[in-house]
Structures are given as C-alpha cells and as structure tokens.
C-alpha cells in the first residue's frame, strides 16, 4: 500500500468514525445511506435495487425500509475500508453495536457480495436455511436484476448509452436502467440533458445517482 494510500484511508476513517448522537443519516438504498453529507456503501452486501420486485412482493423497498429501521435505532458509526470509483466510502457499519452488512443479511434483505467480501457467507446461509425475505420464494439476484436491465436498455438507447441524464428543480440527476424512474425520464438533448455510458462518467460530468427519501 502507497503512502497516499494509507493518507486516503485515514481521511475517510476519521470522517466516519467522528459520529455524534445527532449525526444526520439519509437511506438511499438497502445497501447505501449518507452519512453527515458523506455517502457510505456497506461493504461485503448488495441488496435489491429499488423498483425491483421478488415475485408480487417490492423487496427494493422493503430492503430501504428495513435499513432505515436498522439506522433509526441507534447512533451510527462506520470504519472506512475504501472508495469506490463513484466517491462512495465503502464501509463497514453499526448501529449501536449491532453490524449492519449482517442484520441485512439475517433479515433476508440482502445477499453476500462474494465478488467483494466474504465477511457475511455464513449469515447468508443462516437466512437461506430460515426461508426468510428473499429465500421464501424465487427471485433474482440483485447484480443479474442490473444486468438484465442494462442490457434491455442498451438496445434501445442512442449508441448504447442507456444512463439518462436528466436537469430537474433538484438539479443534475442520473437514472440506471434499473432506477424505478427509468421508464418515466425523458432527455431533452436541447436543455442540456444526455445520455451516458456509464456510472462513472455521469459522475465525472456533473451528474448525481436519485435519492428516494
């Protein structure tokens, strides 16, 4: 590890681990929260996408919900692990002590995000065994859900470039394909709106990912 390395991961560990009882804490997802204006993604999990749906049931929704519940509970505090190329810390959270990569896991709203960590395996398996959220029925994994949605719009959008970058009263907002407005954002090239290839370069031109609440 480079000493700028270790100097980048000091940083973000003092910024999240400086948590006070009144730190103001945003959901963005089952696996992403702000944190005093910092965004955290919770290392080692990956849960359902908001507007991804299990069979009848919205587990995207349920999945927020539910880390909502878990942040509201409690003083929150993070150690930084990383940052990932879109500026989110990753990160591995409690709240009043209890992990919350494994209560997500254990409440079957969440899978292991093996690619990354396999700190939350053996929780994984504990869910799956107790047929709870997720495992009660058939459902699509979080990372094939992205996937599938992707390549659905890559067929339709100009160049393959299926990210729209929409301008709005909240200002430069990006929507994945598997983002629950997708289907319902129009670009308006002649405003200043656009289309871009990925992630990464909406960021990189100004663009921000949607908060849901």
Not at 41 to 51: T, Y
Request: charged share 25%.
């Amino acid at each position: 590890m480079t000493l700028t390395r270790q100097f980048i991961l000091a940083a973000l560990f003092i910024a999240t681990s400086s948590t006070a009882a009144f730190a103001q804490t945003r959901v963005v997802d089952g696996d992403t929260f702000d944190l005093d204006g910092l965004r955290i993604r919770i290392n080692g999990i990956d849960a359902p996408e908001l507007g991804q749906r299990c069979g009848d049931w919205d587990c995207g929704q349920a999945a927020l919900d539910q880390l909502d519940t878990l942040i509201s509970a409690g003083t929150v505090s993070c150690e930084a692990l990383d940052q990932d190329k879109y500026g989110r810390t990753i990160a591995r959270c409690d709240a009043d002590g209890q992990d919350l990569g494994d209560a997500m896991i254990a409440a079957g709203l969440a899978r292991a995000f093996t690619r990354y960590s396999d700190d939350y395996v053996g929780a994984e398996e504990i869910a799956r065994t107790a047929a709870v959220g997720i495992w009660q029925g058939d459902y699509e994994t979080p990372w094939d859900f992205r996937d599938r949605k992707w390549a659905e719009a890559t067929q339709q959008a100009p160049e393959g470039c299926p990210i729209k970058g929409n301008i709005s009263s909240g200002g430069k907002i990006y929507h994945a394909p598997w983002s629950p407005w997708y289907g319902k954002t129009r670009i308006n090239v002649a405003k200043g709106e656009r289309w871009f290839c990925s992630e990464d370069e909406a960021i990189t031109a100004g663009w921000r990912a949607p908060i849901w609440r």
